[in-house]
């Protein structure tokens, strides 16, 4: 079983950059893709990015595509997401998640694929 927790989410104003960070306890953290959803308020959870088990592919959805960037430190366990050039239509809560099977070889979207889940950070931008 591997926990995940996230961090760095806040109240900041359009065009500004945050941060988030999504610390995972356990030992096959290294061995497994890890990505970032958001859900705004109203709507259903959307894919935002994801990452290879070793960092060597990225993927984003078009919305975030060029704004942000994911990566990883498997030395320590920690999946990061940096966003730059925030928008109001990117308030949401934001959820770091990871693969349910190691070393998959293709960056996957969808939340079925997905095992393991933060408990949420939210991400407010005023315009």
């Known amino acids: 079983q591997v926990q995940l927790v996230e961090s760095g989410g806040g109240l900041v104003q359009a065009g500004d950059s945050l941060r988030l960070s999504c610390a995972a306890d356990?030992?096959?953290?290294?061995?497994?893709?890890g990505a970032w959803f958001r859900q705004a308020p109203g709507k259903d959870r959307e894919f935002v990015a994801a990452?290879?088990?070793?960092?060597?592919?990225?993927f984003y959805a078009n919305s975030v595509q060029g704004r942000f960037a994911i990566s990883r430190d498997n030395a320590k366990n920690t999946l990061y997401l940096q966003m730059n050039n925030l928008k109001p239509e990117d308030t949401a809560v934001y959820y770091c998640?990871?693969?349910?099977?190691?070393?998959?070889?293709?960056?996957?979207?969808?939340?079925?694929?997905?095992?393991?889940w933060g408990q949420g950070t939210q991400v407010t931008v005023s315009s």
């Open positions: 998640a990871l693969d349910g099977r190691a070393f998959r070889a293709v960056l996957m979207s969808t939340e079925n694929y997905y095992k393991y």
């Open positions: 356990g030992r096959t953290f290294g061995s497994i893709n």
């Open positions: 990452i290879a088990w070793n960092g060597g592919d990225t």
